[in-house]
Nanobody, 122 residues
């Protein structure tokens, strides 16, 4: 079992940066590939990127490539999502998730956090 808890969301201004944290627990969490998703009202959950268990490999969706950075600190049991140049269309609930494979489809992730709301004002 892996438990995930996101934090760091809130109200930010357009153009500001953002750093979200996902604290993981469970004896095997560090073996998982960790992904970030977001879901805006009325839209499907959107894949943003993943980071390998070693932290060496990373993959980003085209929609955020160049603006997003995913990192992990296993000593702190934490995975991070940093985004810059936020836009109002980045407003969504942001989720971290754990998978045993390199997945971009939400349904293929095994564990999810509860999400953290990010609202970007113009």
């Amino acid at each position: 079992q892996v438990q995930l808890v996101e934090s760091g969301g809130g109200l930010v201004q357009s153009g500001d940066p953002l750093k979200l944290s996902c604290v993981a627990s469970g004896p095997t969490w560090s073996n998982y590939i960790m992904g970030w998703f977001r879901q805006a009202p009325g839209k499907e959950r959107e894949f943003l990127g993943w980071i390998s268990a070693s932290g060496v490999r990373k993959y980003y969706a085209t929609s955020v490539k160049g603006r997003a950075t995913i990192s992990r600190d296993d000593a702190k049991n934490t995975v991070y999502l940093e985004m810059n140049s936020l836009k109002p269309e980045d407003t969504a609930v942001y989720y971290c998730a754990a998978s045993r494979g390199y997945r971009i489809v939400a349904a293929e992730y095994d564990y999810w956090g509860q999400g953290t709301q990010v609202t970007v004002s113009s």
